[in-house]
């Protein structure tokens, strides 16, 4: 032990990452050296970026490359890197701890089943710490490209819970790691299985990457080049195989599965780029969290510039991952630069427009992987409507719900497909919002538009309601809400309903008027029922029953708003309160009717020990 040798304890999530990690990541551990060749592709890319401003960063040494040696004997593999290195402090920080937010709570999410946790820690990300799988101890040698030679570090740790690290001294810039792997994973050691490893999973590693020969012959380099290592986005779309797209991916992603689709696009004229964007087959542990970063791999003419900048893209597709490559923007743009640079502005709209596309042609060549894609990012793309207006009218056309005609809970139908379904003299898309499908399906208010075979998107997502709110219409066909008042239907109206109103049904409407007054607002003879007694009515302008329970639980207070109850004056219960000449009666049953309405249309009774009351005094009645 040398006299500046320190023994840290690693950070708690990382003990348990590692712990899992082994178990789950096992027969998936062939990953690792992906993970490494990705770490050291980021610091060539973060030192090339600093030497803009800083050239003696880089100073004689300018080729940047990963160079990799395999010992069979020893079972030692090597990967070295002459990027930007790590001082002390870094070693410390990074090799020790998650700075990732929301670990904690990833953890908490893990089963312990390897499976299932093998895909939550492929979102996650493992890096560095995957070396573990295959290593018994990992031993990194680093020196930061700003320090002197005397300042290099040496870190190491079997992985057990603890690592040392100390001061060495190292001439050479940037990071060298050794694993000495596991009597099981000795094949790790062997160079074709590198070569092959590194074809796999790093072609398109934008550096260099090299072997160490086994056998030199005279006067050749002792050194293979075993990746294409040119920028995979900037190569013609023709020469670029699926898979290639693919295992790019999950480089820039850090995913373990294929992505969904993709969109790669070059796009000259007034602001100049190149777009590779992804559509992942999984949602990441973080998608709910705002706080956690997202967006794209910034670069400006191949030298990358930052990790996940997030201007180019709006919030509601937070999803997407890939790449983008500016020929406009200067090399020492800074994220405050971005925020107010017009350029980002122009291709913020064109990447938007092309992502949206994508998602568009998805849907049109491959509805299965649509529907997948619906089911895991479907609610962030409702939230854009609201927030890029602009493209509204894209966007409603992406959104799916389920129907009356779709006959499940799965949302499939989309609007241009409700459209084409409309029955004659129909020109609005109907809807109901309620608080489960079940709900929904079952509402007293579908009633007259079944009868006349109009079909209704059923809406039971919580935030439904809010964005009904934002979309208004589509074309010149509007979106109506079938539960407000004013509702105008196509097509035949029942019988019933049609025939004029008479003066005892009037008399009825007054009476219910008169013991309901402090509950609604209006009593009106229905067009929309065909079964059930009655519905409550809410005017165009009235909170639903989702948004005032949003509010509720933000504690808002809430508007009052009183509703129109419609009754259907063809049904027995009405018919037996006209009969009704007992006026305590009436009023129980009155309220029942009420009490009912309520019920269907999902929301809460206001007075459930009352309308209990009621209902076991007609049953002991019936008992009688
Ligand atoms: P991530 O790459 O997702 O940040 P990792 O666990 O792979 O997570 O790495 C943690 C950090 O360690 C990196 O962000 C980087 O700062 C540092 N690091 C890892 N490998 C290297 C390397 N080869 N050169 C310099 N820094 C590195």
Redesign the pocket.
């Known amino acids: 032990m040398t006299a500046n040798e320190q023994t840290l304890g690693f950070q708690t999530e990382v003990k348990q990452l590692l712990h899992l990690m082994v178990h789950a990541l096992y027969s998936n551990r062939e990953i690792f050296l992906r993970?490494?060749i990705?770490?050291?592709n980021?610091?060539c890319d973060k030192l090339r970026f600093q030497s803009l401003d800083r050239p003696e960063l880089l100073g004689d040494d300018t080729t940047l490359s990963v160079h990799l040696e395999v010992d069979k004997d020893t079972k030692e593999l090597v990967i070295r890197?002459n990027?930007?290195?790590?001082t002390r402090e870094?070693a410390i920080t990074?090799?020790g701890t998650?700075?990732k937010s929301g670990t904690a709570e990833f953890l908490k999410g893990l089963t312990g089943d390897g499976k299932k946790d093998a895909n939550l820690i492929g979102q996650f990300?493992?890096?560095?710490?995957s070396a573990f799988i295959v290593a018994d101890a990992v031993t990194v040698l680093?020196r930061h490209a700003s320090v002197e030679s005397s300042e290099g570090v040496r870190w190491h740790s079997s992985g057990d819970g603890e690592y040392t690290v100390s001061t060495i001294d190292r001439p050479a810039r940037?990071?060298e790691?050794r694993l000495t792997l596991k009597e099981d994973a000795a094949e790790f050691a062997e160079g074709y299985r590198i070569r092959h490893l590194v074809t796999k999973y790093s072609d398109h590693v934008a550096i260099p990457v090299y072997l160490k020969k086994d056998e030199v012959k005279d006067d050749e380099s002792p050194w293979e080049q075993v990746n294409q290592a040119t920028a995979l986005w900037m190569r013609p779309r023709t020469d670029v195989t699926d898979d290639e797209y693919k295992a790019f991916y999950k480089h820039v992603a850090?995913d373990f599965s294929d992505p969904l689709t993709w969109s790669h696009h070059r796009v000259e004229g007034k602001t100049e780029y190149t777009g590779l964007l992804y559509v992942p087959s999984r949602a990441p542990y973080d998608l709910w969290n705002r706080e956690s970063p997202r967006g794209l791999k910034l670069y400006v003419q191949r030298v990358f510039i930052m990790d996940r900048a997030e201007e180019f893209l709006p919030l509601y597709l937070r999803f997407i991952r890939g790449v983008i490559d500016s020929a406009d923007l200067s090399l020492n743009v800074s994220r405050e630069i971005l925020q107010k640079d017009s350029h980002v502005d122009s291709m913020k709209s064109a990447v938007t427009r092309r992502a949206l596309d994508m998602l568009a042609k998805l849907a049109k060549d491959d509805p299965d992987a649509y529907q997948t894609f619906w089911s895991l990012f479907g609610e962030c793309l409702k939230e854009g409507p609201a927030e890029d207006y602009q493209n509204k009218d894209r966007i409603i056309k992406l959104l799916r719900f389920a129907s009356t005609h779709s006959g499940d809970e799965k949302q499939t139908v989309g609007v241009e497909a409700y459209l084409e379904r409309m029955i004659e003299g129909q020109k609005d898309i109907y809807y109901l919002v309620a608080e489960s499908y079940a709900n929904a399906l079952g509402s007293p208010y579908l009633e007259a538009l079944k009868a006349r075979g109009i079909e209704v998107l059923l809406l039971s997502d919580r935030i439904d309601e809010w964005l009904m709110g934002h979309l208004h219409a589509f074309d010149d066909h509007n979106f109506v809400d079938i539960t407000r008042d004013g509702l105008e239907l196509p097509g035949e109206a029942p019988v019933e309903s049609a025939k004029k109103e008479t003066k005892a049904q009037k008399k009825l409407l007054s009476r219910l008027k008169e013991v309901l007054a402090d509950q609604v607002s209006e009593v009106k003879r229905s067009q929309r029922l065909t079964d059930s007694a009655a519905v409550l009515v809410l005017s165009q302008d009235d909170l639903g029953p989702q948004m005032r329970q949003i509010m509720e639980a933000a504690g808002q207070s809430l508007p009052v708003s009183k509703p129109t109850l419609e009754v259907n004056v063809e049904h027995g219960l009405l018919k037996r309160l006209d009969r009704e000449t007992d006026p305590a009666r009436f009023a129980e049953i009155a309220r029942l009717v009420f009490d009912h309405a309520q019920l269907g249309a999902g929301g809460k009774l206001d007075d459930a020990p009352g309308y209990l009351r009621r209902v076991n005094a007609l049953l002991i009645e019936l008992t009688d």
Do not use: P
């Open positions: 993970e490494l990705s770490n050291a980021d610091a890197d990027g930007i290195g790590m870094d990074h090799l998650i700075a990300g493992v890096g560095f710490y680093s940037g990071t790691i850090h």
